[in-house]
């Protein structure tokens, strides 16, 4: 399975972003999929998960309440809104699929396949 991320770019604070991961070469369909970021010097780090059937999302306690992940598997995509954004929101953006859990899928090591990330600039 091949991720391809887009829909980042550079925007002001307080502007939203919608982050989308489009899979190729298989189905996402039985995949837990999330979106991790890594900011400048930083450890890349969770940012949000969505089981299989959309019935468990996970949030990181940094975007709750602003972020929303969401999947569509008719289109093989998998979403990331991204709302009232600051500047510490800038990092690279990355998508990953893992078979085992949504619960798992906050763990980089547990995630089989990944993007190359999107990165999203946010300026004061």
């Known amino acids: 399975v091949q991720l391809v991320e887009s829909g980042g770019g550079s925007v002001q604070a307080g502007d939203s972003l919608r982050l989308s991961c489009e899979a190729s070469?298989?189905?996402?369909?039985?995949?837990?999929m999330a979106w991790f970021r890594q900011a400048p010097g930083k450890e890349r780090e969770f940012v949000a998960s969505?089981?299989?059937?959309?019935?468990?999302?996970v949030y990181a306690d940094s975007v709750k309440g602003r972020f929303a992940i969401d999947r569509d598997n008719a289109r093989n995509t998998v979403y990331l809104q991204m709302n009232s954004l600051k500047v510490e929101h800038t990092a690279v953006y990355y998508c990953a699929s893992t078979w085992s859990s949504a619960n798992a899928a906050q763990r980089p090591t547990a995630m089989d396949y990944w993007g190359e990330g999107t990165l999203d600039t946010v300026s004061s």
């Open positions: 070469g298989g189905t996402l369909v039985r995949y837990h």
């Open positions: 969505v089981s299989t059937s959309a019935r468990i999302r």
